[in-house]
């Protein structure tokens, strides 16, 4: 049996107050801190001119409703990429159809104009169809913590805090969206 | 294969924006628009930028913002904020190298003596030196919020964190406070601007709790390489004796639902009370052994096993 995590992790970053938030220059640095992950991360699921539109609205928003940061709720990066998860989602169609779009026809229209990725090209032509047609039929609350995950690089806890559910649920939900991402896989060499 | 690892190569190769271009890409201006509440001579101080990027403040906001800027001390030339370095009984705080570096002088001096001196220097900063284990001296033990810290969890990869704004230490590194020139030190970045509140672990005084007690069995503390989660009470107690240790008890309930706050291979929803150690069972099995303060093991125990939430089982 491991030792129990029983204190939190030393952290050396300090938190800022939410009376910060007054200071432009406070927001700025946010700005430069989250804006660059989070764009990246809304341009993988939506695109580059959605994902300019979803970062602009999110600072916009956070800005606007700063005094709605509530600490005790996650740090800064949970609260800014909470009010993206929120905008992002109303564009789930749209998502979807990009999805469907790359498993129909093999090309991602996300990545077109894009240079090639280094990865292996014959397993990412054959798996990446599978894993978009996978991708646009789990739900959208499913697909929100999977990718939070694995193109928003959060962690377990600060998913929960985005998502608004405990840590335990996190890692359950992603066992099962997991699974399901694997049979769809599975189908690709099955025939 | 791995799934995980499919996805995240996945579109991989859009990349992570550049935050300037990202900025005038998506229209997030340095300058802020005028508003009539404002007179230039407080614009000229409070709203130069440092760099050429910034915000698009919405007019609603702007007088509001103003008026936050421009009481703020730390703007004001020639008032409290613009020395380059201070120093009194208590702390002595200079610029280094692109970063302010405060010494403390007097770990147990009120910690108002520590605000005054970042004020001088135009930081708003408050510090509070707090009793800790020897592990945690000079280290930062908490900060002014209350909700769960975002501690990666066994298994997660790497996650980005920012920059670092705030590190705290003992210098020269490795020392013993007391020892020498041993001394407590906050480095800060220059171009901090915000507000902050954290404490730091001091040495504790003879009878003093730490502030934040530590697991017991970790490296460098006074149970160091015993094995005390889920053994008996009666076989921990017995390697407590051997170091002349006092004890203290505290009894532990899991319950069946409710967010987890603790975690080995599986999560646990706890709650702690204290117990009079003659409550305590030799058999009772031993949840975790914490130092609360110089020579005191607090036994965290239970009547039997904890159990697991149900859903972190499947």
Same mark, same amino acid.
């Given at each position: 049996?491991?030792?129990?995590?029983?204190?939190?992790?030393?952290?050396?970053?300090?938190?800022?107050?939410?009376?910060?938030?007054?200071?432009?220059?406070?927001?700025?640095?946010?700005?430069?801190?989250?804006?660059?992950?989070?764009?990246?991360?809304?341009?993988?699921?939506?695109?580059?001119?959605?994902?300019?539109?979803?970062?602009?609205?999110?600072?916009?928003?956070?800005?606007?409703?700063?005094?709605?940061?509530?600490?005790?709720?996650?740090?800064?990066?949970?609260?800014?990429?909470?009010?993206?998860?929120?905008?992002?989602?109303?564009?789930?169609?749209?998502?979807?159809?990009?999805?469907?779009?790359?498993?129909?026809?093999?090309?991602?229209?996300?990545?077109?104009?894009?240079?090639?990725?280094?990865?292996?090209?014959?397993?990412?032509?054959?798996?990446?169809?599978?894993?978009?047609?996978?991708?646009?039929?789990?739900?959208?609350?499913?697909?929100?913590?999977?990718?939070?995950?694995?193109?928003?690089?959060?962690?377990?806890?600060?998913?929960?805090?985005?998502?608004?559910?405990?840590?335990?649920?996190?890692?359950?939900?992603?066992?099962?969206?997991?699974?399901?991402?694997?049979?769809?896989?599975?189908?690709?060499?099955?025939? | 294969?791995?799934?995980?690892?499919?996805?995240?190569?996945?579109?991989?190769?859009?990349?992570?924006?550049?935050?300037?271009?990202?900025?005038?890409?998506?229209?997030?201006?340095?300058?802020?628009?005028?508003?009539?509440?404002?007179?230039?001579?407080?614009?000229?101080?409070?709203?130069?930028?440092?760099?050429?990027?910034?915000?698009?403040?919405?007019?609603?906001?702007?007088?509001?913002?103003?008026?936050?800027?421009?009481?703020?001390?730390?703007?004001?030339?020639?008032?409290?904020?613009?020395?380059?370095?201070?120093?009194?009984?208590?702390?002595?705080?200079?610029?280094?190298?692109?970063?302010?570096?405060?010494?403390?002088?007097?770990?147990?001096?009120?910690?108002?003596?520590?605000?005054?001196?970042?004020?001088?220097?135009?930081?708003?900063?408050?510090?509070?030196? !707090?009793? =800790? #284990?020897? %592990?945690?001296?000079?280290? *930062? /033990?908490?900060?002014? $919020? +209350?909700?769960?810290?975002?501690?990666?969890?066994?298994?997660?990869?790497?996650?980005?964190?920012?920059?670092?704004?705030?590190?705290?230490?003992?210098?020269?590194?490795?020392?013993?406070?007391?020892?020498?020139?041993?001394?407590?030190?906050?480095?800060?970045?220059?171009?901090?601007?915000?507000?902050?509140?954290?404490?730091?672990?001091?040495?504790?005084?003879?009878?003093?709790?730490?502030?934040?007690?530590?697991?017991?069995?970790?490296?460098?503390?006074?149970?160091?390489?015993?094995?005390?989660?889920?053994?008996?009470?009666?076989?921990?107690?017995?390697?407590?004796?051997?170091?002349?240790?006092?004890?203290?008890?505290?009894?532990?309930?899991?319950?069946?639902?409710?967010?987890?706050?603790?975690?080995?291979?599986?999560?646990?929803?706890?709650?702690?009370?204290? !117990?009079? =150690? #003659?409550? %305590?069972?030799?058999?009772? *099995? /031993?949840?975790?052994? $914490? +130092?609360?303060?110089?020579?005191?093991?607090?036994?965290?125990?239970?009547?039997?096993?904890?159990?697991?939430?149900?859903?972190?089982?499947?």
């Amino acid at each position: 049996m491991s030792t129990p995590d029983v204190i939190p992790e030393e952290w050396d970053e300090a938190l800022l107050r939410p009376s910060s938030l007054d200071d432009p220059r406070c927001f700025d640095d946010l700005f430069r801190r989250h804006a660059p992950p989070l764009h990246r991360y809304a341009a993988r699921r939506l695109g580059g001119h959605l994902a300019d539109d979803i970062v602009a609205a999110t600072f916009h928003q956070a800005l606007q409703h700063r005094h709605s940061y509530d600490p005790a709720r996650g740090d800064t990066l949970s609260w800014l990429w909470t009010i993206a998860t929120n905008l992002i989602r109303r564009h789930h169609r749209s998502e979807a159809r990009l999805y469907r779009a790359l498993a129909r026809t093999g090309v991602d229209p996300v990545t077109e104009g894009h240079a090639d990725l280094v990865v292996d090209q014959v397993t990412a032509a054959t798996t990446t169809p599978r894993l978009a047609k996978a991708l646009a039929g789990l739900r959208k609350a499913d697909r929100d913590l999977l990718l939070l995950i694995a193109w928003g690089e959060l962690s377990y806890q600060q998913v929960a805090d985005v998502l608004g559910i405990p840590v335990g649920t996190v890692r359950s939900r992603l066992n099962r969206t997991r699974a399901k991402l694997r049979k769809a896989l599975g189908e690709v060499s099955d025939g | 294969m791995d799934e995980m690892k499919l996805l995240r190569h996945m579109r991989a190769e859009i990349a992570v924006p550049d935050p300037d271009e990202l900025a005038a890409s998506i229209g997030w201006r340095s300058e802020l628009p005028t508003a009539p509440v404002r007179s230039n001579r407080w614009r000229s101080l409070a709203f130069t930028p440092k760099r050429n990027r910034g915000l698009i403040i919405g007019a609603a906001l702007t007088a509001a913002l103003a008026a936050a800027l421009v009481v703020g001390p730390s703007v004001v030339p020639g008032a409290p904020g613009s020395a380059t370095s201070y120093a009194n009984a208590a702390i002595e705080i200079e610029k280094e190298n692109g970063e302010w570096v405060a010494k403390i002088k007097d770990p147990l001096a009120d910690h108002e003596r520590y605000a005054e001196g970042f004020r001088a220097v135009g930081l708003d900063v408050q510090l509070r030196l !707090v009793p =800790a #284990s020897p %592990v945690d001296v000079g280290r *930062v /033990v908490g900060g002014d $919020r +209350s909700g769960p810290m975002p501690s990666p969890l066994p298994g997660d990869d790497e996650t980005p964190s920012g920059r670092t704004i705030i590190t705290a230490g003992k210098e020269p590194s490795g020392c013993q406070i007391g020892q020498g020139d041993c001394h407590l030190a906050i480095r800060i970045a220059e171009d901090f601007r915000g507000t902050v509140s954290f404490q730091v672990g001091r040495p504790a005084q003879q009878g003093e709790p730490y502030q934040r007690p530590t697991l017991a069995t970790d490296s460098g503390e006074v149970l160091q390489g015993v094995g005390a989660h889920e053994r008996p009470v009666a076989e921990v107690l017995d390697e407590i004796k051997k170091r002349d240790l006092q004890v203290v008890y505290e009894r532990v309930t899991s319950h069946d639902e409710g967010p987890s706050n603790y975690a080995t291979d599986r999560y646990y929803h706890l709650t702690f009370e204290p !117990v009079d =150690a #003659s409550e %305590v069972g030799p058999d009772w *099995v /031993v949840w975790q052994a $914490r +130092s609360i303060q110089d020579g005191v093991i607090q036994l965290q125990v239970s009547p039997e096993k904890l159990k697991p939430l149900a859903e972190s089982t499947n």
